[in-house]
């Protein structure tokens, strides 16, 4: 069966620096477009940055723009989000989604199309 396991997340002061992972077993790994997104407390999940099957088209939200990077190494089925510069305001739930398709661009990172999930790490960024 297909799994969908994120890792990295923690508790930093503002300003610091977090790497986060995601591991997606049981597919294939480059038929999927896959996303980061976020949820804090009180709100919506949002998409934060999502990335094409190769890699090469990545969107971000604006909040996250010039802070967060988003790569893939699909020889290790392995997503990255580099989050630096990190502010309060980023503290949420962040989880990582996998769509299988030939999805490209921003208007694609949304959470109806995820067919596949994974449970959550935790980011605390504290100020």
């Known amino acids: 069966q297909v799994q969908v396991v994120e890792s990295g997340g923690g508790s930093v002061q503002a300003g610091g620096s977090l790497r986060l992972s995601c591991t997606a077993s049981?597919?294939?790994?480059?038929?999927?477009?896959m996303g980061w997104f976020r949820q804090a407390p009180g709100k919506e999940r949002e998409g934060v940055s999502c990335?094409?099957?190769?890699?090469?088209?990545?969107y971000y939200a604006d909040s996250v723009k010039g802070r967060f990077t988003i790569s893939r190494d699909n020889a290790k089925n392995t997503l990255y989000l580099q989050m630096n510069s990190l502010k309060p305001e980023d503290t949420a739930m962040y989880y990582c989604?996998?769509?299988?398709?030939?999805?490209?661009?921003?208007?694609?990172?949304?959470?109806?199309?995820?067919?596949?999930w994974g449970k959550g790490t935790l980011v605390t960024i504290s100020s």
């Open positions: 989604a996998a769509a299988r398709g030939y999805y490209s661009g921003g208007y694609y990172c949304t959470s109806g199309i995820m067919n596949y």
């Open positions: 990335i094409s099957r190769s890699g090469g088209t990545t």
């Open positions: 049981g597919l294939t790994f480059d038929d999927y477009y």
